[in-house]
């Protein structure tokens, strides 16, 4: 599994790297001017948030059955609590590059960037839903650290803060929309995606798993699909409009439409046979996406 390596704070992160820490809750590094990691396998989890650039050519990088031209570096976003492994090879055929920006959530205590963090979905997207810059879109993530770098160079005044912060939420911003691009330049994967996902969902409830296991998480859908939750989510609602919470519910919905027409079932048995521990609680569901009770819907046809 490798060594766990905590850092609580930035210090301690710009400390391993033999970086100078110009402000205790922020840190802009260049990683061709730091300490490199010694050979190993490690796990790093993070107290703060973590913004990597890896600057390595992308031209090879394949996805499903496509190839993507994306030159210039890739993004990971790491929130807090979160575990990254890292392997270091003995002799790397290249010296490190990149950047990183670490932010500790107390530099957002009270702004507008803390109170919408979490909408930032991608913090919890895994290593291999990285953001793929184009030569472009690197520049304006550079362009957003040499910002910050800036103002952590400048004497503190009572704007730092403010800049700071601002600056960070516009790289945010900006890559909530490289990741949209991202979506729509990998549509043929994207369909892919939701066809196992439709397919999934057909297998689950073709069986008797929903009576013992109930209606199927997100979450759950995602694992078999090898992808993060958020990421999956991001996906279907890119695709759909819907949230993957709302297609699962119409999948739902769509067959128990299907098993009304059994007059020898009834509502009760319909329900448990998808997976709902109560009743009403299916009743409910289907008023709400049919517009009418089982029973209404029975009745009508």
Same mark, same amino acid.
């Given at each position: 599994m490798g060594t766990v390596v905590k850092y609580d704070n930035i210090f301690q992160y710009n400390e391993s790297r033999g970086v100078e820490t110009q402000h205790p809750l922020v840190s802009v590094i260049d990683f061709s001017k730091a300490? $490199?990691?010694?050979? +190993?396998?490690?796990?790093? #989890?993070?107290?703060f948030y973590a913004v990597f650039l890896k600057d390595v050519k992308c031209g090879d990088l394949r996805y499903g059955r496509n190839y993507y031209d994306y030159q210039e570096g890739t993004l990971v976003f790491m929130a807090p609590g979160q575990v990254v492994e890292v392997e270091v090879k003995d002799k790397p055929q290249v010296p490190p590059k990149g950047r990183a920006l670490l932010f500790h959530p107390d530099l957002l205590r009270g702004?507008?960037?803390?109170?919408?963090?979490? +909408?930032? %979905?991608?913090?919890?997207?895994?290593?291999?839903?990285?953001?793929? *810059?184009?030569?472009?879109?690197?520049?304006?993530?550079? !362009? #957003? @650290?040499?910002?910050?770098? &800036?103002?952590? =160079?400048?004497?503190? !005044?009572?704007?730092?803060?403010?800049?700071?912060? &601002?600056?960070?939420?516009?790289? *945010?911003?900006? &890559? %909530?929309?490289?990741?949209?691009?991202?979506?729509? %330049?990998r549509n043929n994967v994207n369909r892919d995606v939701l066809a196992g996902f439709e397919r999934l969902l057909g297998d689950y409830f073709a069986g008797d798993r929903p009576e013992r296991d109930g209606v199927p998480s997100v979450r759950? #859908?995602?694992?078999? @699909?090898?992808?993060?939750?958020?990421?999956? +989510?991001d996906l279907v609602k890119k695709e759909t409009g819907k949230s993957a919470q709302e297609y699962i519910q119409l999948k739902v919905i769509d067959i128990a439409k299907e098993r009304i027409f059994d007059p020898g079932r009834s509502i009760s048995e319909i329900a448990y046979s998808?997976?709902?521990?109560? $009743?009403?609680?299916?009743?409910?569901?289907? =008023?709400?996406?049919?517009? #009418? &009770? $089982?029973?209404?819907y029975r009745t009508a046809n």
């Open positions: 300490e $490199p990691i010694p050979p +190993g396998h490690y796990r790093h #989890c993070f107290g702004t507008s960037l803390g109170r919408n963090i979490a +909408g930032y %979905t991608f913090f919890s997207y895994e290593v291999n839903e990285a953001l793929h *810059l184009s030569e472009q879109e690197r520049q304006v993530v550079m !362009d #957003c @650290l040499q910002n910050i770098q &800036s103002e952590l =160079k400048h004497a503190i !005044d009572k704007h730092s803060r403010t800049l700071i912060v &601002s600056n960070i939420e516009l790289l *945010l911003n900006y &890559s %909530t929309r490289f990741y949209e691009r991202q979506f729509i %330049t759950w #859908c995602a694992e078999q @699909l090898h992808l993060s939750a958020n990421y999956f +989510g998808l997976g709902f521990r109560y $009743p009403q609680h299916f009743t409910r569901l289907f =008023k709400k996406v049919a517009g #009418c &009770s $089982p029973n209404e």
